[in-house]
């Protein structure tokens, strides 16, 4: 491909670019069994296409965005628990884990070898940010149901610790580490506590309302000191939409930084990215003033039907089996005797977006709003198909 001297007439340039995006998998189809994302809902993709040029970097020239990127951060605070937030938003789980952990580096400035203690279970933006920051991480282990051993994190506590990381919603399985048990650890040895809810943050709430749960995660642990939360997960919102949210005004400070050549508050900057687009913060805060709790409560309880409905599927068949049952939208899926890569390979011939864990290994789903009963039922009578007819190894 060359850059053109002369340019193309624009329905050609349609033309074209539809044949490329023709290979893309759309969530409509339903096809992205494993997407953490989702179609963004519509009020969301209205306020993106209104307000695509606007830089949430340029804070200077768009005050009014300014003001919504804060209240989206208070409405998500307020989600978790805490009523005078310091945070900001980002372009996901990566770059809030990212500043998280820089928050945990530069507060503890004086610990030369700065470590971070993490369940095997964090998702691999952790490792990431601990190679970019020059973070040791150090991992401890889990119990049966794969969530992190307290005990092994308390055990790994030294002077060159900086922080301890706990997920709410695993990528793998969706499980949520023992939040309150750790948070007493950190808060009694005085060590931040990041709390990934990047997926979980947008579901584990309205569970707990639905009675289909009743977990502690969120800044009530006292031991909390900073959560990432992603409006671009179950928050419905389209991407790059991300929350990082702190208890205190430290933590922010210590991630802020100047560029000189911006006047006024665009000087100080709280991201790793510069120019940045606002459209996908100002679609969060449209959508989640819309839903509301009770419209994001609603959504949840339909994907938490259709996961019951998953999981008797997986669990009618002979060659199947449940990694552990499923604390919110997420599946993982054992097989007996098919090896998966077998398994996938077939899924992925026949249209369906597959992934697999490694930890277990696994099949993983993810039941987002796109991902339908329709869709799902004939995922399924694929899946029993092709793992009854597949050889085994
Ligand atoms: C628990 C968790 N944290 C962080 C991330 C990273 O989020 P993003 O891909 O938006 O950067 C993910 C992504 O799936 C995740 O599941």
């Known amino acids: ?27 409509f189809s339903g096809h992205p069994i494993a997407s953490m994302s989702t179609t963004p809902h519509r009020l969301g993709a209205k306020v993106f296409c209104r307000t695509m040029e606007r830089s949430a970097a340029r804070l200077h020239t768009v005050k009014g965005s300014v003001r919504v990127e804060q209240e989206v951060i208070e409405i998500v605070a307020d989600l978790m628990n805490l009523k005078e937030p310091y945070g900001t938003t980002s372009s996901g789980g990566t770059e809030s884990n990212i500043l998280a952990m820089l928050a945990m580096r530069e507060t503890r400035k004086k610990i030369r070898k700065p470590e971070i203690i993490v369940p095997k279970t964090i998702h691999s933006s952790i490792d ?39 997920t709410a919603g695993t990528t793998y399985l969706g499980q949520i580490d023992p939040i309150d048990e750790i948070g007493k650890i950190a808060d009694e040895k005085n060590i931040p506590l990041h709390v990934d809810a990047a997926f979980g943050g947008f579901v584990i709430p309205f569970l707990n309302d639905l009675g289909l749960g009743n977990h502690s995660f969120d800044f009530k642990v006292n031991g909390v000191t900073s959560i990432s939360i992603d409006p671009h997960k179950m928050g419905l919102a389209p991407i790059p939409a991300g929350c990082l949210v702190f208890r205190s005004k430290r933590d922010l400070n210590a991630i802020t930084s100047k560029t000189l050549y911006l006047p006024g508050a665009s000087s100080r900057q709280s991201s790793i990215l510069g120019t940045r687009p606002a459209a996908s913060i100002l679609a969060a805060w449209a959508i989640m003033n819309h839903l509301g709790r009770s419209g994001y409560r609603e ?20 060659v199947l089996e449940l990694v552990i049952d499923p604390v919110m ?32 290994p696994s099949l993983r789903l993810v039941i987002m709003p796109h991902v339908t009963t329709g869709a799902l039922n004939a995922f399924f009578n694929d899946l029993n198909q092709v793992s009854t007819t597949i050889p085994a190894d």
């Open 1 to 27: 491909m060359v850059f053109e001297e002369q340019g193309t007439d624009e329905r050609t340039v349609i033309e074209k670019l539809n044949l490329f995006l023709e290979e893309d998998t759309t969530y």
């Open 128 to 166: 990431k940010a601990a190679w970019i920051l020059g973070i040791k991480l150090i991992k401890t282990g889990i119990d049966r149901q794969y969530k992190a051993s307290t005990r092994q994190i308390e055990k790994r506590i030294t002077k060159n610790v900086v922080g301890i990381i706990a």
């Open 299 to 318: 959504i949840v309880a339909g994907c938490m039907e259709r996961t019951r409905l998953a999981k008797g599927r997986v669990e009618g068949n002979p």
């Open 329 to 360: 939208n997420i599946l993982a899926i054992k097989s007996r005797e098919v090896p998966l890569k077998a398994i996938v390979a077939e899924m992925e011939t026949r249209g369906w977006r597959m992934a697999t864990s490694p930890l277990p």
